[in-house]
């Protein structure tokens, strides 16, 4: 197997991608992989309160300082985690990256995507992933999933949620190679199996 890959896992709020994640990690682990499961907003120690401030703070955040305050996080996360990890041999799962920035402040808040990919390029020193998966579900079962108790931005609307569906499915079509599309309305299971065939391609 491949050593010191990077995967990320992407997709609307209620897309199912954190059940999917920890099968994935499980999936590497059974066949001997080293995985480091992580997550942005929040996977590097000082993240944790920048997490905290971008889901929970109680006021009118502008478009642009969210933005910042996502690379922020990704700059240190990458730093001190993504890098040292893949450089130790490591597969590096990680729950959300750069391509998030470009669906929700980008395709979903209306911030200049060329801005934001040079943004997201300073913060990783371009360092990209070598295969995301993107679970694509429709906008309204997605709603339905995140239920009643919302964050910050699953409290956007419906509308919000439909603009950064489509920008995740635009940034597919523009970038195939690394962005593989799963249907995520299926049952969990049947999911899983078509997520499995990606993995095994790629690996
Ligand atoms: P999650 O960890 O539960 O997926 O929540 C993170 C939230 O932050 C989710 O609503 C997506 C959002 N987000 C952005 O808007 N831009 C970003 O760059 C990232 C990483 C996340």
Not at 51 to 56: A, K, V, Y
């Amino acid at each position: 197997m491949k050593k010191g890959l990077f995967i990320t896992v992407e997709g609307a709020d209620g897309c199912g991608k954190t059940t999917q994640l920890n099968l994935i990690a499980q999936y590497l682990r059974d066949m001997g992989a080293d995985v480091l499961l992580t997550r942005e907003p929040g996977g590097a120690q000082l993240g944790l309160e920048l997490r905290e401030i971008l889901l929970h703070y109680d006021g009118f955040v502008s478009s642009k300082c969210e933005s910042f305050l996502f690379f922020a996080d990704r700059a240190q996360h990458v730093d001190t985690v993504i890098k040292p990890a893949i450089q130790q041999g490591k597969i590096v799962v990680c729950d959300r990256y750069t391509d998030s920035t470009v669906a929700y402040q980008g395709y979903g808040k209306g911030v200049d995507i060329s801005q934001i990919q040079y943004l997201n390029n300073l913060a990783t020193d371009s360092l990209l992933p070598d295969l995301t998966i993107v679970f694509d579900v429709d906008s309204e079962i997605a709603q339905q999933r995140v239920g009643a108790q919302k964050d910050r931005l699953e409290s956007e609307g419906i509308d919000f949620h439909a603009r950064v569906r489509n920008g995740y499915l635009q940034i597919a079509k523009s970038e195939p190679l690394r962005v593989k599309v799963v249907d995520a309305n299926p049952p969990v299971d049947v999911v899983f199996e078509s997520v499995k065939s990606i993995i095994d391609d790629f690996i």
